[in-house]
């Protein structure tokens, strides 16, 4: 390392502690737990950059109910891959579904899924085109919750994948649902730059969701 480059950097508190004009991207996320640390390594025209791994780009926790959450500012193409992760939880007073769509596409042909479903003893499954978002989840009534994970391709050039599963609908007295799906998103060419999760509902967002979403760099 030049002497230019030279500072220290300390870990304090999952944090990291850096002077002036040297902020990576994501600094304050650098250590995001503390057994997944991310470390620096140099690059001569732009200083300190991130360490190849996984590191988490997005979090919140709603405290107050929404529609539409976006994650802005993505570099798809160096991120190469997505883990995102939700919580919902449900403010509308009735039934709602969340879903997702990457830089806000909501073109009519633009996402296509595979889906394997089993609810009780019931396996089922079915296919579908001409899609106008991914779906993340749903929910039957207000208060129910679900969850979703799925690992994302990012890179242009290449289709899209969405690989992941939720648990759907559940309660204090239910046992939820659970869904596979595999997506694909049309587009090839257009960097990734954002993910726009939103309620079909108002105030499907409700307190308590949460969303995570973490990136790999090679």
């Known amino acids: 390392m030049g002497s230019a480059l030279k500072k220290t950097i300390i870990a304090l508190n999952n944090k990291v502690a850096y002077e002036s004009g ?14 997944n640390k991310q470390f620096l390594q140099t690059d ?3 200083g300190f950059t991130f360490a190849t791994g996984w590191y988490q780009v997005y979090q919140t926790e709603l405290v107050s109910a929404a529609t539409t959450l976006t994650i802005s500012s993505l570099l798809g193409d160096s991120d190469v891959e997505y883990k995102l992760i ?23 042909n633009q996402y296509g899924q595979q889906i394997l479903y089993a609810g ?23 208060n129910h919750l679900c969850s979703h994970q799925s690992l994302i391709h990012a890179k242009s050039g290449e289709y899209r994948l969405l690989q992941g599963h939720n648990l759907r609908d559940g309660n204090a007295n239910a046992i939820p649902s659970m869904m596979f799906r595999d997506c694909i998103w049309n587009d ?31």
């Open 120 to 142: 009780d003893t019931t396996v089922s499954s079915s296919k579908a085109a001409n899609l106008d978002a991914i779906a993340l989840g749903y929910v039957s009534a207000q």
């Open 22 to 35: 040297d902020t990576p991207d994501y600094a304050d996320n650098m250590f995001p737990d503390g057994n």
């Open 188 to 218: 090839n060419s257009n960097e990734i730059t954002s993910i726009v999760i939103y309620a079909t509902e108002t105030d499907g967002l409700g307190v308590g969701t949460t969303i995570e979403l973490w990136a790999r760099r090679t």
């Open 86 to 108: 939700c919580r919902f939880a449900n403010d509308y007073a009735g039934a709602c579904e969340y879903k997702m769509r990457l830089n806000n596409d909501g073109g009519a």
């Open 44 to 46: 001569g025209a732009k």
